[in-house]
């Protein structure tokens, strides 16, 4: 049986180590294959794969990028998280050219797990706080607009 700690240990590890590194590994070891994410900017992904592009993106948006974990709670099979971020923008961030300018995000997933591995995140960050911030474009809706229809 997977204790509460170690599922917490799993979401802290991953989390840090795919933002702040970019170890793509972590996604194969962490997430199930059919891991489904319902995110609030950038829609429902599906799969690591969809996970890998969203990280890519954000990471070479974001050169800098650092995630610290603020604050873990378990029950059961899942784990709540909540996290801030900041960095500098760099790189383009999906068809907004880079701005140049830092900021600060915070956010909350709810993971629910399966044995070992994610299974489905619930994320919410402040989306709108970043569009402010970076001053990006109100139409913004994430490194993915434009690239296919996401289910919102």
């Known amino acids: 049986m997977v204790s509460n700690e170690e599922r917490k240990a799993i979401c802290r590890w991953g989390y840090q180590e795919l933002w702040n590194t970019g170890n793509l590994d972590v996604i194969a070891e962490a997430v199930a294959e059919d891991v489904l994410v319902h995110d609030v ?5 599906r799969g690591r794969d969809e996970i890998r592009e969203v990280v890519v993106a954000y990471r070479a948006a974001f050169s800098d990028l650092h995630l610290t974990i603020e604050d873990q709670i378990a029950e ?5 998280t909540r996290w ?8 383009p961030l999906g068809d907004v050219p880079a701005t140049g300018r830092s900021g ?4 909350v997933n709810i993971s629910r797990f399966s044995g070992l591995q994610i299974v ?3 994320e919410t960050w402040d989306g709108l706080g970043l569009v402010h911030q ?7 809706n994430g490194v993915l607009s434009g ?3 996401l289910k919102r």
């Open 41 to 45: 900017v950038n829609g429902e992904l």
């Open 76 to 80: 059961g099979d899942t784990v709540v």
């Open 84 to 91: 801030s971020a900041t960095g500098t923008h760099d790189g």
């Open 104 to 107: 600060t995000l915070i956010g």
């Open 120 to 122: 489905e995140v619930w």
């Open 134 to 140: 970076l001053k990006l474009p109100r139409r913004w």
């Open 147 to 149: 690239r296919r229809t």
